[in-house]
C-alpha cells in the first residue's frame, strides 16, 4: 500500500472515531435502545465509494476495534461488529448494483442491515424472540438515519471527487 493511499486511510479512519465519539455524547435522538444516528457510517460510505470494499472493511474494522477499546465494553465489541459487517455487505452489494451511483439508497440499506446485525446478534446471545418486536422500529430507524447519511455522504463526495484519491 503507498504511503500516501495508507495516510488518507488512516485520517479517514480518525475522523469515523471522531465523529463517533461525537455522537455518542449526544443525548439519545428517540427513547428506544439500539437507535442511533450512525454518523461514523458516512465515513464507511465515502472510503467504499472512493477506495473500494476492502479498504472500508479495513476502516470499518480499525474504527469499530479503536472505539471498542476507548469508549465501549467487550459486548458492544460484539454488536459493532455484527452490525457494521452487515451494514458494509449490504452496502457493498448495493453500491455495485446501482453502479457506485445514489449513495443514499446505499446508505439505506446499510442502515437498514447495521441494525438486523446488531438485532441478530441480540437475539444470538439472548436467545429470547421476543427482541424481534424492535424490528419495524428498527427498519424505519435505519432507514431514516440511512437516508440521512447518504445525503451527507453525497454532499461530501461531491468535494472530494475534485480531489484525486491517494
Do not use: W
Not at 439519545?28 to 444516528?37: E, M, N, R, Y
Not at 449490504?90 to 453502479?99: D, G, K, Q, T, V
Not at 439508497?105 to 421476543?130: K, M, R
Not at 424505519?140 to 451527507?152: D, E, K, P, R
Amino acid at each position: 500500500m503507498r504511503t500516501r493511499k495508507l495516510t488518507a486511510l488512516a485520517l479517514f479512519t480518525t475522523l469515523a472515531l471522531a465523529i463517533y465519539f461525537a455522537e455518542s455524547l449526544l443525548p439519545p435522538v428517540v427513547p428506544i435502545p439500539g437507535i442511533k444516528l450512525g454518523l461514523a457510517n458516512i465515513i464507511t460510505l465515502l472510503v467504499l465509494y472512493r477506495y473500494g470494499s476492502k479498504d472500508a472493511a479495513v476502516v470499518l474494522l480499525a474504527r469499530i476495534l479503536l472505539s471498542g477499546l476507548l469508549f465501549g465494553q467487550a459486548m458492544s465489541l460484539f454488536y459493532s461488529l455484527c452490525g457494521g459487517f452487515l451494514c458494509l455487505l449490504a452496502m457493498l452489494l448495493a453500491s455495485r448494483l446501482l453502479h457506485r451511483r445514489f449513495p443514499e439508497l446505499t446508505s439505506i440499506l446499510g442502515g437498514i442491515f447495521h441494525n438486523v446485525g446488531q438485532l441478530l446478534a441480540t437475539l444470538l446471545i439472548t436467545a429470547v424472540p421476543g427482541v424481534l418486536v424492535y424490528l419495524p422500529y428498527l427498519l424505519v430507524s435505519g432507514a431514516v438515519t440511512g437516508l440521512f447519511t447518504g445525503l451527507c455522504a453525497r454532499f461530501a463526495l461531491s468535494y472530494l471527487r475534485r480531489v484525486p484519491p491517494a
